[in-house]
């Protein structure tokens, strides 16, 4: 394998072009197998995680070489994979009326959107107000699971300005026909684990291989990286003066700005990604 490597790394570092997945996919937004597929220019660090996905060998098996060489890499990766694993586990979670931990997330949620207005139920045309297709929310987060309830909640939680910003639109020059928040945010969820691969046992993306990194520095990471992504949407839904049948295209956009970021050269945290600056607590 190593011979391999060797005789592989001119073609890597010369910028071959990586594949990022098959478009975006999502509750509300299709790709089409003639969307462009973007490729960058790769750093060595980012060389070494495209030729292991490069040989599709099981990371213990793709780290044994590396396991040998460099056994820093090698504790790091398992690191990274436990992390994977548990953010995994939060997304076979599904939403459950019936449990009430998950009926208690949900009026947190209608309490950090509205706190000075009751809930009259869970089930309620008030939901309507946050951007929810219907009356009541389960419907809608059966595109996103648990884990978009989470995210939301976490937005609401951490940056509670520009949560209230686009609940509200009130910044920019909106369009009459607006993308309704709450289905928008379920969207982006399911977005970012179709982006991220997060569904795979190992990522087969090199933008999803790379997220492992910001995951094993902060649990917390997807849900960041949720909060940037909603802004960042939100951001490109204004620069291009989008309405409600715009969506698609706004998504696919703010998609491949984010890849485009994530694989940006010394970026260590989330914090330093440009769009993280969109943000405001």
């Not at 090698?74 to 998950?102: A, G, K």
Request: charge should be negative; include cysteine.
């Amino acid at each position: 394998m190593s011979s391999a490597i060797l005789g592989c790394c001119a073609e890597v570092v010369a910028g071959s072009a990586a594949w990022l997945g098959r478009g975006l996919s999502c509750v509300c937004a299709q790709s089409s197998e003639s969307d462009a597929r973007p490729s960058f220019d790769l750093t060595p660090g980012q060389c070494l995680v495209s030729l292991i996905l490069k040989f599709h060998k099981p990371l213990p098996l793709a780290f044994g070489f590396f396991a040998s060489v460099c056994p820093p890499i090698f504790r790091l990766w398992c690191c990274q994979e436990e992390c994977l694993q548990r953010l995994q586990s939060r997304l076979d979670v599904s939403y459950d009326c019936s449990i009430p931990e998950h009926q208690e997330a949900l009026r947190a949620l209608w309490n950090a959107a509205f706190p000075e207005e009751e809930l009259r139920g869970l089930i309620s045309e008030q939901w309507k107000d946050m951007g929810w297709q219907g009356k009541d929310p389960s419907t809608d987060f059966r595109g996103g699971g648990f884990i978009s309830l989470e995210n939301l909640l976490f937005f609401a939680k951490n940056f509670p300005k520009t949560f209230q910003d686009l609940l509200q639109k009130q910044e920019g020059d909106r369009s009459v026909w607006e993308y309704p928040f709450a289905v928008a945010g379920v969207n982006i969820t399911f977005m970012l684990i179709q982006m991220l691969d997060l569904e795979a046992v190992k990522p087969r993306t090199l933008v999803g291989a790379t997220f492992l990194k910001f995951l094993a520095e902060s649990e917390s990471a997807f849900d960041l990286l949720y909060c940037i992504t909603f802004k960042l949407m939100d951001h490109q839904w204004l620069s291009m003066r989008a309405s409600y049948m715009d969506f698609n295209a706004v998504m696919k956009s703010t998609r491949l700005q984010l890849e485009q970021e994530l694989l940006l050269e010394d970026i260590t945290r989330l914090e330093q990604l440009p769009s993280y600056g969109l943000l405001s607590q």
